[in-house]
């Protein structure tokens, strides 16, 4: 029992075997209240959290709350790849459109296709829909931006405003501690200084 | 344990590997193509790019090496669009083509020319490239055919037109799609002399043709996407 509770502990992110022997021995031996409470939102979370039929965030409803907020702009898309980029550009708080997640990145290698993401899906919700503006904001990786291509060449004919994320300097950064290619990257995205 | 220092090279696919690690294909100069495995690396602020030269330290006797560090050694080259496609299908085509661990120095230099010429290049040029480089490839690997001479011995005339036969080479014929001078132009690597879009079809074509034997019944998944882009 307790060598499988650790066992189970080593599979999230970052926890090695040793990480995980502390938090099992933690919660038996001090904290048995906060384990069973885990236990509980775990069971619950597992069970009850699907993807938002609109926009394919997570949620525990059938659609989620920011695609049934009706204060959201519904002509800005924003495409990005998890549900976790969702969050950090919530907390953002500058964007008040509608988003698509993804659920990962095109990587043809690796036979990850455009049907796997959902993006026949999100084909059908542009052509359908009121948006003017598509934002993508997959990861400045090779296959963030392969699927960024992707999905731009998908809205050919269409009459869309698509735009990019810019990458470039961290703010509060200095160049001497960007990489080359950071560096590269900021100066092909340069834009008017006003 | 087997240690080489420095190694210049060129990284073809990144994968996630476990929890915090990546699988990466590289192609060395002197040690051809190679999978390591590099811990902790995902997430990490130094991020190993494709398309730009890079000196590589590794070790390990197995097929899977262990990376120890790299360093930048070429100027970034970033690809976007259409072009990162294009260098997709190229680093797909040399994994499939190349032995683990057999050394082909002289496709290292290749592949470093050709991706600079891409970065360059306008999108006829950039396609031109590709199937300079794919004729290239397959010499190196000894599937070359001879296109200096037709199927009989004849000298390739630049006015005439051929048929491709498989393992055989070219074949003089009235309705012959290839053009004498295109196969010319494909023998001598003239990059500065672009085809015609018809003739860059018929050339992909023949390549393509060339190529299937070698890449066996899996498709290229790079070529798939591409296909499925509108033009
Ligand atoms: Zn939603």
């Known amino acids: ?194 | 344990m087997i240690k080489i220092d420095l190694e210049p090279s060129y990284i073809l696919h990144i994968r996630p590997y476990r929890e915090s690690s990546q699988l990466i294909d590289v192609l060395t100069r002197n040690h051809g193509l190679l999978r390591m495995v590099s811990r902790g690396s995902r997430g990490s602020k130094s991020k190993i790019q494709y398309f730009q030269k890079i000196l590589i330290s590794y070790s390990g006797k197995s097929e899977l090496k262990k990376l120890i560090k790299f360093e930048m050694d070429d100027y970034p080259r970033i690809f976007l669009g259409e072009k990162l496609m294009l260098g997709i299908y190229l680093n797909e085509l040399i994994t499939r083509l190349l032995l683990h661990e057999d050394p082909h120095p002289e496709i290292f230099k290749i592949y470093g020319e050709c991706i600079q010429n891409l970065f360059n290049a306008d999108h006829s040029k950039s396609l031109w490239i590709l199937r300079i480089f794919e004729h290239q490839l397959l010499n190196f690997l000894g599937y070359g055919i001879e296109c200096r001479e037709d199927i009989n011995g004849t000298v390739i005339d630049n006015n005439a037109q051929y048929d491709f036969i498989d393992q055989e080479g070219f074949h003089k014929s009235s309705k012959g799609k290839i053009s004498g001078k295109l196969i010319q132009a494909l023998s001598v690597q003239d990059i500065e002399m672009v085809p015609s879009d018809v003739e860059l079809k018929i050339c992909r074509n023949l390549n393509r043709e060339r190529l299937a034997p070698y890449i066996g019944d899996k498709p290229l998944q790079s070529r798939k996407l591409f296909e499925g882009l509108k033009k």
Not at chain 1, 34 to 49: D, Q, R
Request: some cysteine; glycine content about 8%.
């Open chain 1, 1 to 194: 029992m307790i060598k499988n509770l650790i066992k189970s502990f080593t599979k999230l992110p970052g926890v090695g075997n040793k990480t995980a022997q502390r938090f099992a021995y933690h919660l038996l031996e001090r904290n048995r209240e906060a384990g069973m409470e885990l236990a509980k939102s775990l069971e619950l979370a597992m069970t009850h959290v699907k993807n938002c039929k609109d926009c394919q965030t997570l949620t525990e409803n059938d659609i989620c709350s920011i695609c049934a907020d009706p204060d959201r702009d519904n002509s800005i898309l924003c495409i990005v790849e998890t549900p976790n980029d969702l969050n950090l550009i919530e907390e953002s708080g500058i964007f008040k459109g509608k988003y698509f997640v993804l659920g990962g990145y095109l990587s043809p290698i690796d036979g990850i296709t455009p049907e796997d993401l959902g993006l026949d899906i999100l084909e059908s919700k542009i052509k359908e829909s009121e948006i003017i503006e598509i934002i993508l904001a997959t990861n400045a990786t090779i296959e963030g931006e392969v699927t960024a291509h992707f999905i731009k060449n998908m809205t050919k004919g269409l009459n869309l405003n698509v735009t990019r994320i810019a990458h470039g300097i961290p703010i509060g950064g200095e160049l001497e501690y960007a990489d080359s290619n950071t560096i590269a990257h900021a100066l092909s995205d340069r834009k008017n200084y006003s």
